[in-house]
């Protein structure tokens, strides 16, 4: 496989996760990105946790689609994510849910 075949692929898996996030993103009531991954969910619990003097944030998501083009199935029924970094939640109004008008 050439470069040129490897980007081509994954410029189609793009546009395919692309299209599939477009299609289920009015299924769900929250974005939640963390510094590794896009997820979009229906609940959302954040909570910060200290251990060794250390803060971290506990993040538990039920209902969940994940924007990964390499995971084959991207739907999850329960996430927990432990992380040092930045958490973002935000709640989708319904102006948000309509990419195709950005």
């Known amino acids: 496989m050439s470069a040129e075949d490897l980007e081509k692929y994954e410029t189609e898996m ?3 996760l692309y299209r599939e996030y477009r299609d289920v993103v009015g ?3 929250y974005v939640v ?3 590794r991954r896009f997820y979009l969910c229906n609940q959302v619990d954040v909570k910060a946790r200290t251990e060794a003097g250390d803060v ?3 993040v538990s998501m039920s209902d969940a ?3 990964d083009m390499y995971r084959p ?5 329960n996430v927990k ?3 040092f970094k930045d958490v973002n939640v935000e709640e ?3 102006a948000d849910i309509d990419p195709s008008k950005a």
Do not use: C, G, Q
Request: net charge negative; proline share 4%.
């Open 73 to 77: 199935a991207r739907f999850a029924k």
């Open 56 to 58: 971290f944030f506990e």
């Open 14 to 16: 793009e546009l395919t």
């Open 33 to 35: 990105e963390t510094d």
């Open 92 to 94: 989708l109004s319904p």
């Open 81 to 83: 994510v432990l992380t």
């Open 27 to 29: 299924i769900f009531k």
């Open 65 to 67: 689609w994940v924007w």
